[in-house]
């Protein structure tokens, strides 16, 4: 499931959230967020955000360490659990360690 928000809250009560956080004037997040809806499709049981960083509570940005975008993490209750550094839905899928039927 794709999800858009900026409530952090509302993610932090996820316990298997991918978080891609973005921005609209962002080049580099216009290329990724297609694969990234693409990964959401293909892994039907992780829900998947994404945040766009202007909107988002600037407290939920210093907590996370958000310096550059796109930033996709694996959150656990509002924890990062790990960074993803993949760009392709293949790549993301795989560093979740999920098996790719493309």
Do not use: H
Request: charged fraction near 30%.
């Amino acid at each position: 499931m794709l999800k858009i928000t900026n409530d952090m809250e509302e993610i932090s009560k996820d316990n298997n959230a991918i978080v891609y956080f973005s921005a609209e004037w962002c080049g580099p997040c216009k290329q990724v967020k297609p694969q990234f809806a693409k990964a959401a499709v293909i892994d039907k049981d992780t829900s998947y955000y994404v945040v766009d960083v202007d909107k988002m509570d600037s407290a939920w940005m210093n907590k996370l360490n958000i310096k550059s975008i796109p930033q996709i993490f694996k959150m656990n209750s509002g924890e990062i659990d790990r960074v993803i550094k993949g760009r392709t839905s293949q790549d993301i899928l795989a560093e979740l360690d999920n098996s790719i039927e493309a």
